[in-house]
DNA sequence: TGATTGTACTATATTGTATAGTACAATCAG
DNA sequence: CTGATTGTACTATACAATATAGTACAATCA
């Protein structure tokens, strides 16, 4: 079916789960409007306690990806985000300062991280079969 | 003087030192043979404790960025990595691969995305006036 | 009404992080 | 050799984040 976790992972349960509806919007396969698994549901399917999957999708309420409704269910949102676009922005340029810091440490040339920059890319922007949701 | 690290930031302190002293041989600040702080030093200029200095010193001898000589001090390794290097790029790839999700997630395209990689590629690559280290 | 769904508690356990203090071992300058 | 410096290795403790377990409540809808 969708979504899988890894438990050995360092990254917590909950934020692997954040990581992989984010994914599967990006990829396409949860599209604005779909409704995504009940947190007892998912939970169980994940062999994880609904309230880790409620707090996984209570941030992503939080974040304005989705929208939680009690006694409906959780919707992907409309207009997913927009807000808080300056501050994740920033962010989003601090992690890549880090990440090319590590890809330097591993004494790639910028050719190679840009092949593999493209790639990644490609990957995304082609691979609707990708391993997550 | 050198490194800053940020106590509210949820970013361990000891994650924080390996990820400024890496900085820092990345923009070419810490060159290979350069004698580092003394842990106890750099622990009461940080305001912490001498075991969480040594803590990243630690990790980063692992990773073979430096060396650790007891009773001379820390230097920068000469042939700082190498190894493991498969590995790394698996979890290098992995971390562009979320991070391009993320931006995408910030309705960023692909032209706003190429144009952020390139300028925090050449802030790394001239800027020698880090704020880190 | 009854099932489903999200929400909100309390309690508990585990792990990672960090501090505090102490002690020891290797190195080097004097 | 002495003494200071440096990295290393413990123990003990504290705190926060993560996750589980169980329970209960509130809103929605067939």
């Given at each position: 079916?969708?979504?899988?976790?890894?438990?050995?992972s360092h990254t917590p349960m909950y934020?692997?789960?954040?990581?992989?509806?984010?994914?599967?919007?990006?990829?396409?396969?949860?599209?604005?409007?779909?409704?995504?698994?009940?947190?007892?549901?998912?939970?169980?399917?994940l062999s994880l306690n609904h309230n880790?999957?409620?707090?996984?999708?209570?941030?992503?309420?939080?974040?304005?990806?989705?929208?939680?409704?009690?006694?409906?269910?959780?919707?992907?949102?409309?207009?997913?985000?927009?807000?808080?676009?300056?501050?994740?922005?920033?962010?989003?340029?601090?992690?890549?300062?880090?990440?090319?810091?590590?890809?330097?440490?591993?004494?790639?040339?910028?050719?190679?991280?840009?092949?593999?920059?493209?790639a990644v890319v490609v990957e995304l922007?082609?691979?609707?079969?990708?391993?997550?949701?």
């Amino acid at each position: 079916m969708w979504l899988r976790v890894d438990t050995r992972s360092h990254t917590p349960m909950y934020q692997q789960i954040i990581d992989g509806v984010k994914e599967q919007i990006a990829r396409g396969n949860l599209k604005p409007g779909d409704r995504m698994m009940p947190v007892r549901e998912l939970a169980t399917t994940l062999s994880l306690n609904h309230n880790t999957v409620a707090k996984a999708y209570q941030e992503l309420e939080r974040e304005q990806v989705i929208e939680l409704i009690r006694g409906r269910g959780t919707f992907v949102s409309s207009q997913s985000e927009v807000i808080d676009s300056e501050n994740r922005k920033r962010e989003l340029r601090d992690a890549m300062k880090k990440w090319l810091v590590d890809a330097h440490h591993l004494q790639m040339s910028e050719e190679e991280i840009m092949s593999m920059f493209h790639a990644v890319v490609v990957e995304l922007r082609e691979g609707k079969g990708g391993d997550m949701l």
